[in-house]
């Protein structure tokens, strides 16, 4: 599998990461990593936000690029060939403070810069190449599953107590939304990968 990499700054890479230039220089070592860089990188960031760029690459199931250098077409050109291509989408910026993932056309994460240049990138980086089973979710924590795990729970448990058809309509469909991001389809289920994920921790 390969992954597109935009990262019009690359002296964050230098200033988040962990390692600083050992970890640059490690991920430019991946192979199946494409992170071209100065005007070679501005270019195709200058494609995309002229909805220009073609995205032939079969191989191509991950994009990640710097919300910050796309312009409003550059990322809604961005969102068609992602649900169009079934293509995964990262997207960093300083300008953040929240997380932000949805999976309902395809899978999308917007997170901070710093979450996202950390300890956890290179090995997930790594994992994307090798296996397509993969969860966005694993940048931001190694626990992530186990945090909706606990979120699905409550959710049920306010389903019961609430008497408000609206409001309990949007807890059902927020419920199946992470049901489906987690693969868990009942109660039983549920209780028990978060025993067994509490276990892991």
Not at 136 to 165: F, H, N
Request: with cysteine; charged share 30%.
């Amino acid at each position: 599998m390969k992954i597109l990499f935009l990262e019009d700054r690359p002296s964050r890479q230098k200033q988040f990461l962990p390692n600083q230039d050992k970890d640059v220089e490690k991920l430019k070592s991946i192979s199946e990593l494409f992170m071209p860089e100065g005007a070679k990188c501005k270019s195709i960031i200058s494609e995309i936000n002229s909805e220009l760029y073609q995205f032939e690459n079969i191989d191509l199931q991950l994009i990640i690029v710097h919300k910050s250098a796309l312009e409003t077409k550059g990322l809604a050109y961005l969102n068609k060939i992602c649900k169009e291509k079934k293509l995964k989408l990262v997207c960093f910026s300083g300008g953040t403070s929240q997380i932000v993932f949805n999976n309902e056309e395809f899978d999308f994460l917007y997170l901070n810069s710093s979450d996202f240049y950390t300890e956890r990138l290179i090995p997930f980086l790594e994992k994307a190449i090798i296996d397509k089973e993969y969860n966005l979710l694993e940048i931001t924590s190694v626990q992530w599953k186990l945090s909706y795990l606990l979120l699905a729970r409550q959710i049920i448990g306010s389903i019961k107590m609430e008497d408000d058809e609206d409001s309990k309509l949007r807890l059902e469909t927020k419920l199946q939304q992470i049901r489906q991001l987690i693969d868990i389809n009942d109660i039983t289920q549920l209780d028990k990968e978060i025993a067994k994920n509490i276990l892991k921790k």
